[in-house]
């Protein structure tokens, strides 16, 4: 299998885990948000550390690494879920994630920053798909209104968008970086995670299904996923996985009728129409290579 081919289905399985994160976190209980990215970065965290057992250079070599990576990896994992939090605080969750879910349009952007990646209509056209999409799927028909009082909120959901496309991007940039090195900024975001936790909430001691829960978290959407996505983005095809990931919030809302948390609705299907479309049209290249390569065969 070739390497972009991995990364693509690397990359893919990431989405498909953070789907799970909505009907996971339902299952985690009322855990406060920083102790639970803390204790899930902390399970992330030992992911990290089995990779690095098998690799069998010692833990030390995979923390001492270059400054910048470290603050690109700070801020990708630990920034991300920092500004999501405090957009949630300062402005209508509504209005706050459709915000954050520009994301995945900044990496298709930024993408064309990096060397050798061109951005091509069909880019263009399938995020602005998915994007709507997602407007219709999380607005569910009612609307939304952006009011200037709560500018510091969207802000925050702004610099949220910024932080993980941003990190996304320069991930593939700075692509001779190993995966494993995820597990060092998985722990760093536990304990920053955990800062935070000491000062700013309350401490809740979660049951048996609270932990489990907390730990499946951690194996996927909050930790296992990232290692994942760190070796699509450096070896898969960026603009097409930077589409899809916004069939994110729509299998994290499926799932959740799935398991009845929520009501199935129209605007879940008019949203799937849209994210499916934009996702085909922004495969272009994979359809007409596979199209080419059949009528060539022969007969």
């Known amino acids: ?38 204790m899930s970065f902390f399970v992330a965290f030992f992911i990290g550390l089995a990779l690095w057992k ?4 010692g833990i030390w070599v995979h923390l001492k690494l270059p400054v910048k ?14 500004f999501y939090f405090l957009a949630l605080q300062n402005a209508p969750a509504l209005e706050a994630n459709l915000i954050n879910y520009l994301w995945p349009l900044f990496i298709v952007l930024f993408s064309a920053f990096l060397p050798g990646v061109k951005l091509r209509w069909f880019h263009i056209a399938g995020v602005l ?26 802000f925050y959901a702004f610099l949220c968008a910024l932080s993980w496309s941003s990190y996304s991007v320069l991930s593939k940039y700075f692509g001779k970086v ?30 048996f299904k609270n932990l489990l829960a907390i730990i499946v978290l951690g194996l996927g959407p909050v930790g296992g996923a990232f290692f994942l996505w ?50 085909v049209i922004a495969s272009y290249p994979l359809f007409k290579k596979f199209f080419t390569a059949r009528n060539q065969r022969p007969y």
């Open 1 to 38: 299998m070739q390497q972009s081919t991995k990364g693509n289905i690397f990359g893919i399985l990431a989405i498909l885990l953070w789907s799970t994160l909505a009907s996971t976190t339902v299952l985690a209980g009322k855990i406060p948000p920083f102790q639970l990215v803390s």
């Open 54 to 57: 098998k690799e069998g250079r």
């Open 69 to 82: 990576n470290w603050i690109i990896g700070i801020i990708g994992l630990f920034g991300y879920h920092f």
């Open 129 to 154: 798909f998915g994007l709507f999409g997602v407007i219709v799927l999380v607005s569910a028909g009612k609307g939304f209104d952006f009011n200037m009082g709560y500018a510091k909120g969207y």
């Open 178 to 207: 190993p995966v494993s090195s995820v597990g060092a900024f998985c722990g760093a975001t536990a304990i920053l995670a955990l800062i935070f936790h000491l000062i700013f909430e309350p401490t809740v001691i979660p049951d």
């Open 230 to 279: 760190d070796f699509g983005v450096k070896n898969g095809d960026i603009q097409m996985l930077g589409t899809f990931s916004y069939a994110t919030p729509l299998l994290s809302t499926i799932l959740l009728v799935v398991f009845g948390l929520a009501k199935p609705n129209s605007y879940i299907w008019t949203a799937c129409l849209f994210i499916v479309l934009g996702s």
